[in-house]
């Protein structure tokens, strides 16, 4: 790892995410909440994987760059619509990181190799694109889960369960064990849930 480079695109990911024009609240601090969210990734990825490639880091703390500026509003409030949304974010966050990448000197091979691990390309096949996948559902799990049933209150334990199954099955064994080894802050309130869901 060539550590001027790494830092300069890690800085340059933090400067494009801190643009973000929305907040969250943490500790008592106001955030970007696109930085929050990359400072939260790269947390994980330390403890939970500190022996990650350069590329993986890269694109740990590159998965939602500049998320805001393609927002789910611009796409159909329908399934086709989410899906359309989802593939326009994975090519949107891979160019925005490639972008930067270039710019701070790192080589087309590189960049290709964080451009697909942000894209989820080959995920359960692609060790790198794994790793970074499960490294987004740990996070999820320790920081937002909990926030996004409170979004929809609507949602019985049957749908939960479903979430909780679809998340977990896009994780690897590994994560598994680490999750269940304790490793990980589960939301309180849900914990019940969680179990139900991946031991049932």
């Known amino acids: 790892m060539t550590q001027n480079r790494y830092q300069a695109a890690i800085a340059a ?3 494009a995410n801190s643009e973000d024009p929305n907040k969250e609240i943490f500790n008592g601090k106001e955030y970007p909440k696109e930085l929050l969210y990359a400072q939260r990734m790269t947390e994980m990825q330390e403890r939970y994987a500190p022996e990650a490639s350069e590329a993986v880091k890269l694109a740990v703390r590159a998965q ?3 998320r805001w500026k393609t927002p789910r509003s611009n796409f159909p409030m329908d399934r086709q619509g989410y899906l359309q949304w989802r593939t326009g974010l994975y090519k949107f966050h891979a160019e925005t ?6 710019e701070v000197g ?3 091979e590189m960049i ?3 451009k697909t691990i942000v894209s989820k390309k080959a995920l359960k096949m692609n060790p790198e694109t794994q790793l970074m996948e499960d490294v987004v559902d740990l996070v999820f799990i320790e920081h937002y889960m909990l926030h996004f049933a409170g979004q929809h209150p609507e949602y019985d334990e049957a749908k939960w369960i479903e979430i909780i199954k ?3 099955q896009k994780m690897s064994a590994r994560a598994h064990d680490f999750t269940l080894a304790g490793k990980i ?4 309130a849900l ?6 869901a991946v031991k049932g």
Do not use: N, S
């Open 185 to 188: 802050k589960l939301p309180e």
């Open 106 to 108: 790192y080589d087309d």
């Open 97 to 102: 990181a490639g972008r930067l990448m270039k």
């Open 64 to 66: 939602h760059i500049q």
């Open 166 to 168: 679809k998340t977990w």
């Open 13 to 15: 990911f933090d400067k």
């Open 112 to 114: 290709e190799r964080v």
């Open 191 to 196: 914990v019940p849930l969680i179990l139900k």
